[in-house]
């Protein structure tokens, strides 16, 4: 009998071990949980960068003979960069239309995007973490690649894109710069080198369907022209650029940037803001919202110099476009139009 009353007495003991097991695994669950969501914690973000046109001028010679006229090979090497970074996620990577409409409403001109300097101030304007300028420093064939013809003449003596009757392999080298936008300090540098695993008599053969271009463009991202052994040496050079900038992610940190705006509706749940990805804002992004309780005055001027302000809550962002925002309450109540918002993330 005592047996098995020593016996259950093992097992009550057992089962209440195992729910104080149970519940503490719950409460360490919610405890890990409520930190990663708790209102007014930052949370880490991808680093955004901006990628400029890359600088061609050392090959445009080069390029006018392979192509026959002037082309943008550096817009065009920038845009693979893009896709192929926007493929990895490391970074966000700033959309170039929006980057080009803020470029053209600044007034910067080409030469200013080469620039370190005047690249970095842009990058402020852009609210990035950095910029990525670049050169592209051969683009040709594998013996020859400077002093050719340019424009509509041959390329020693033959047609446009050919380099004589010896069949040779097309080789592409790209040099990028990953640019701290507060100091204009050099925070890493990323090559590629990119050679044709087949050979041809001309740099836009060697298979695939090219069709040639209009208007002076070139789609390097169309696989008609990464069929020809120059787009296969231009797309291996970036994708060995893209792997190096990638690796420098770590040398890069990401800036705070302060966002200041405005409650301008409340509809529902949802708080409508007169700020958004202009100022830098994106979906996910957390804001405190405060109410200016009192203003204090210069007493001789008559001017504000500080605004005394209470807490309202948090929102989170849940739809962003150029010039506005919406989020909906993570904490708080009550929330009116003209209620200061301000960023708390990264």
Do not use: C
Not at 167 to 173: D, E, L, Y
Not at 218 to 224: H, L, T
Not at 325 to 336: D, E, I, L, N, Y
Request: aromatic share 4%; no cysteine; glycine share 14%.
């Amino acid at each position: 009998m005592r047996k098995d009353i020593q016996k259950q007495g093992r097992l009550v003991m057992k089962r209440i071990f195992l729910v104080i097991l149970v519940v503490a695994a719950f409460l360490v669950a919610g405890a890990i949980a409520q930190t990663a969501d708790a209102p007014g914690t930052p949370h880490a973000r991808k680093k955004r960068i901006a990628i400029f046109d890359f600088d061609y001028a050392t090959v445009q010679s080069s390029s006018a003979a392979v192509f026959g006229t002037n082309v943008d090979i550096g817009k065009g090497i920038a845009d693979l960069l893009v896709r192929d970074l926007v493929k990895d996620g490391t970074y966000s990577v700033i959309e170039r239309k929006a980057m080009d409409k803020i470029l053209g409403e600044q007034n910067f001109s080409n030469s200013d995007r080469a620039n370190s300097n005047s690249a970095a101030k842009i990058g402020k304007i852009l609210g990035v973490d950095a910029i990525v300028v670049g050169s592209i420093t051969q683009f040709g064939n594998d013996t020859k690649n400077t002093n050719v013809g340019g424009g509509g003449g041959g390329w020693g003596g033959y047609g446009i894109g050919g380099f004589s009757h010896k069949k040779s392999k097309a080789v592409v080298v790209v040099d990028a710069r990953l640019v701290n936008i507060d100091t204009a300090e050099i925070m890493g540098v990323a090559t590629g080198k990119g050679e044709s695993s087949r050979e041809s008599t001309s740099l836009l053969g060697g298979g695939g369907g090219w069709h040639g271009f209009g208007g002076g463009a070139v789609d390097f991202g169309s696989s008609d022209f990464q069929q020809t052994i120059i787009g296969e040496a231009v797309n291996a050079a970036v994708t060995q650029m893209t792997s190096e900038l990638v690796a420098d992610n770590s040398k890069l940190e990401a800036r705070t940037i302060t966002v200041e705006g405005l409650v301008a509706a409340v509809d529902g749940g949802q708080v409508i803001l007169n700020i958004g990805s202009k100022s830098g804002l994106k979906v996910g992004d957390q804001l405190t919202v405060q109410r200016v309780t009192k203003e204090i005055k210069d007493p001789s001027t008559g001017a504000v110099i500080r605004r005394m302000t209470s807490p309202v809550g948090v929102i989170r962002l849940t739809d962003v476009d150029d010039i506005s925002a919406v989020g909906t309450p993570v904490s708080g109540s009550g929330f009116k139009v003209g209620d200061a918002v301000k960023t708390i993330t990264q």
